[in-house]
């Protein structure tokens, strides 16, 4: 991705946070995550990285979330394309 870069302080790629429900099992949120990336960004060429946390929230359950960074860049063959910024 840096490579693709010209300018030094470009920016590289972008991070979403999202809520996953805790009454799903630890598998379900992962396949559920890996389904909303792979429909809404990786088939659009985007690569994405991803990481599940699930730390104790305010009234005591799970606080199940997930960190999501994108490339701004999708791949095309063999490169990168020009920046997505949609």
């Known amino acids: 991705v840096e490579a693709a870069e010209k300018r030094k302080d470009a920016q590289l790629a972008r991070e979403l946070e999202i809520a996953l429900p805790r009454e799903l099992s630890a598998e379900a949120r992962l396949e559920l995550l890996r389904g909303f990336v792979r429909e809404h960004f990786t088939r659009r060429g985007m690569i994405?990285?991803?990481a599940i946390h699930c730390p104790k929230a305010a009234d005591g359950g799970q606080a199940p979330h997930a960190h999501i960074l994108l490339t701004l860049r999708p791949v095309e063959?063999?490169?990168?394309g020009k920046k997505a910024r949609e």
Request: proline share 0%; charged share 30%; with cysteine.
């Open 48 to 50: 994405a990285d991803c």
């Open 77 to 80: 063959g063999d490169a990168f």
